[in-house]
Every structure is written in structure tokens, then in C-alpha cells.
């Protein structure tokens, strides 16, 4: 009995590697890549402005006090400049060295800028001053509004926006002996008054108002008290 012969196995089908399809499909990955991490980083970036708009409100909530703040409307700079003792501030790493009382000065300069001298006394009884400029900022439909912007970098950086500082005069007596000052982030406030020493109730009522605007006014500390 005779076997038959098998016949050879036919060559396995030659592979043809394809730049121009490698090359797609790299580029497909790549761009899946790039914009899930786009999307990613988006997402990041929204979650913590959430977080920082919660924040900026007070710890209860309320919609109201997490409303853009108002500023006095109109400001006489006029009658504001001169010298204030500052009565009480939310901590803050530009009055950090201070130990006792604190004052701002502020004239009127010809080009309509002010000069901003700040003053305090240092822990060995020394005095710490530091002179910048402030600027009035224009608020549409508000003639005159108390939005103002303060520098202490050296004039050469002054045109970055990074070094203006907000002061919003938030509340203002019709005396002018009383101002209240402070930032649209509520991160920062002052309480300034005419006298070396305010009252206390009328202390405690400028920090009353300042706690219904969203500041956290249990972290005040009061000056040179």
C-alpha cells in the first residue's frame, strides 16, 4: 500500500509595515492623550474655582453674602486723604512683623494718583514704613466709586498687574472719621478711623457690618488693644 506525498505548506502571508498607518495611529493616540489630558486639567481647574467660590463666602451659606461687594459712591479724595489709625485687620503677611499701632497717610499728588505711607510699630519699638501710590479704578454708572488699587513694588514693575493691590472703601461715615476697607475676595480688611483709638461700639459695629458683607470677622485682630 502505497502513502501519498503532502503537499509543502504554502509561505505565511509577508507582513508590510505601513509608515503612513503607524503613523496615524500614533498620532490618533497622541491626540486622544492630549485631549483627555486637556479635559482633565479643565476639569481640575473648575472644581477649584467652585471650592474657592465657596469659600469666599461666609460659613453658613448665605447667597447674599456671597454677592459681589459694593464700594462707597462717590468718594471725595479730597477729604479722604490724610491720616488714619488703623483700629483692627484680618491677619495678613504684610503687617505679620507688627506689634502695635498702625497707621496709613495719604495724599493727593498732582497727576491724581495717591502717595500711600504705611506705618506700625515693630516688636523692639522701631517703626516699619513703607511708601507706595494708589489709583482710582473707574465703576461704570459710579462717578467717583471708592475702588481703588495700591502698589508698593518699585515704579520699574508697576505696570504688572500682579503688583496692585484692591482697596475698596466698603463703608464710609458722612464725616469721613470712619472707613472701612477691604477686598472684593474678602481676604483682606481693615477698619481706619480719624482718632488714635475708636470706640468700641463703634468698633464692633464696623465689624458687625463687615461680618453681614461675608468677612470673617472672628479672626479680626484689633490693633494695638
Known amino acids: 500500500m502505497f502513502s501519498r506525498s503532502q503537499a509543502p505548506a504554502p509561505p505565511p502571508p509577508r507582513v508590510v509595515f505601513d509608515d503612513r498607518v503607524h503613523s496615524a495611529s500614533i498620532g490618533t493616540l497622541t491626540t486622544a492623550f ?3 489630558g486637556l479635559l482633565t486639567l479643565l476639569a481640575f481647574n473648575s472644581a477649584r474655582a467652585s471650592r474657592n467660590a465657596r469659600l469666599a463666602g ?7 453674602m ?9 468718594v471725595d479724595l479730597q477729604r479722604y486723604v490724610g491720616l488714619w489709625h488703623e483700629q483692627a485687620r484680618l491677619p495678613n503677611r504684610f503687617e505679620k512683623s507688627c506689634a502695635g499701632p498702625a497707621t496709613a497717610e495719604y495724599s493727593l499728588l498732582d497727576d491724581g494718583t495717591l502717595e500711600v505711607r504705611n506705618r ?29 488699587e495700591v502698589c508698593f513694588a518699585p ?13 475698596w472703601i466698603l463703608k464710609l461715615d458722612r464725616d469721613y472719621q470712619v472707613s472701612l476697607v477691604g477686598t472684593p475676595d474678602r481676604r483682606y480688611l481693615w477698619v481706619l478711623s480719624r482718632v488714635p483709638r475708636l470706640d468700641d461700639a463703634a468698633l464692633e459695629a464696623e465689624l458687625a457690618y463687615a461680618g453681614s458683607l461675608g468677612f470673617d470677622v ?8
Open 58 to 64: 461666609p460659613a453658613d451659606g448665605a447667597p447674599l
Open 66 to 74: 456671597r454677592a459681589p461687594l459694593q464700594v462707597v459712591a462717590p
Open 34 to 36: 492630549c485631549v483627555g
Open 218 to 225: 472672628s479672626q479680626v485682630e484689633r490693633t494695638g488693644r
Open 155 to 167: 515704579a520699574w514693575l508697576q505696570w504688572l498687574p500682579a503688583v496692585w493691590g484692591d482697596y
Open 120 to 148: 506700625c510699630i515693630l516688636p523692639d519699638g522701631s517703626f516699619d514704613e513703607t511708601v507706595g501710590v494708589g489709583r482710582t479704578l473707574p465703576v461704570a454708572g459710579q462717578p467717583g466709586a471708592g475702588r481703588l
